[in-house]
Structures are given as C-alpha cells and as structure tokens.
C-alpha cells in the first residue's frame, strides 16, 4: 500500500469518529460554519469524500490523459467561485442528499465505508480515475486519494469548529501534504509576494491568501 493512502485512511476513520458524535448529531440542523450549509449538510459532504474512493474503483479505467495533482488543481474550474455558482449549490445539494437519512445513519454508513477501504484499497491497483465533470483528461489513484485527503483534512476542522468540539488530530504527515497542496493552489491565486507576506510579514500581510 502507497504511503498516502494509509495517510488517507487515518484521516478517513478520524472523520467517521467525528461525524459519529453527539454534538454533531445535536446541531444538526443548525447552520454549520460554512455559508448555506447546515451541520447535516457540511457532515454529508465530508462524508461524500469517503464515499468517492470506492465509487471510482468501480468505474471502468478512464483513456484520458493522466496529469499530475498540481495540474488538476489548476484546470477545476471551483477554486474560488462564487457561492451561487451551480457547482457550489450542487455541493450543498449532495451533502444533504447524503446525510438525508440522519446522523445516526449517516455515521453507520461512513463507518461500513472506511471499513470496506481498509479491505481494498491497500491492494487496489494503480490506475488512472476521472469524474464525469472534469475535462478530457484524468488523474492518478493515488493522486486521488490525495485530493480527498485534502478534502477531509479541511472539512473536519469546518465541521469540529461548527459544533464546538476540538479539530481531530491527525498524522503530521496528513497536515503536511495538504498545506503543500493548499500552499502551492494560493500561490498559483495569490502569487509569490502575496504568500511570503503572509507566511513572514504580519505589517504587510494581504488580507488573504485562501487556497479555495
């Protein structure tokens, strides 16, 4: 098994234990700390990035090009859209779609699913993956894994934050590969003088250099 998706899975279980909590289920349908999106909504969505990895297995090994991370992340078209566009209201759509059954059934299913990657993604072969949304082109498994370690790295400090309870800890090395994902995507928005500012120089900072 690649070091990443063991990275993947660590963080993978710690989101299911989080979705799984009394408070989470509590605040339910309270507004999360993400703009329109419910507690049952944002709790959804981060499980949605669970639920992604053994959809693709299951679809047939795309023909497209295979780029790597970093490009992918240039070429998506959601990084820094506007909170109405129709791809940020089909998000939020999803995760209420996903979490619809309820707390107590969304966590059980998170758990099955985190319990079945256990069993086959450690053996899964390297293949390319790709989502109908994207354009011709695909990614890596393993670059996969990472964009979604990235999702559930975020997503679980949104959803610990909007119900008051600690952000998980995770693996420095989980941390580590989403801040060089997140840094190198802020970079590409911002630009270099922007990022050093804000990493070195707090009389100088921009107000922002938010990667998504």
């Given at each position: 098994m690649t070091h990443i998706r063991e990275l993947y899975l660590t963080a993978a279980e710690s989101a299911a234990k989080l979705i799984g909590t009394p408070q989470v289920a509590a605040a339910w349908h309270e507004p999360s700390a993400l703009p329109k999106l419910s507690v049952q909504g944002l709790a959804g969505h981060l499980a949605g990035?669970?639920?992604?990895?053994?959809?693709?297995?299951?679809?047939?090994?795309?023909?497209?090009?295979?780029?790597?991370?970093h490009d992918y992340y240039a070429r998506v078209s959601w990084i820094g859209s506007d909170i109405d566009?129709?791809?940020?209201?089909?998000?939020?759509?999803?995760?209420?779609?996903?979490?619809?059954?309820?707390?107590?059934?969304?966590?059980?299913?998170?758990?099955?699913?985190?319990?079945?990657?256990?069993?086959?993604?450690?053996?899964?072969?390297?293949?390319?993956?790709?989502r109908p949304t994207w354009g011709p082109w695909s990614i890596s498994l393993d670059d996969f894994v990472t964009s979604r370690l990235l999702e559930v790295v975020?997503?679980?400090?949104?959803?610990?934050?909007?119900?008051?309870?600690?952000t998980p800890e995770l693996p420095s090395e989980a941390v580590e590969t989403v801040v060089d994902l997140l840094s190198r995507i802020a970079l590409r928005r911002h630009g270099a003088t922007s990022v050093v500012r804000a990493l070195s120089r707090t009389e100088r900072a921009p107000a922002s250099i938010s990667a998504l």
């Open positions: 990035q669970i639920f992604f990895i053994p959809k693709m297995l299951a679809e047939p090994v795309p023909t497209e090009e295979i780029i790597p991370i566009d129709p791809f940020n209201v089909g998000i939020r759509t999803s995760g209420e779609k996903d979490a619809a059954a309820g707390p107590a059934a969304l966590a059980s299913q998170v758990e099955g699913v985190v319990e079945e990657l256990r069993t086959v993604l450690p053996s899964a072969p390297s293949r390319p993956v790709r975020v997503h679980c400090d949104d959803l610990a934050y909007s119900v008051g309870v600690p």
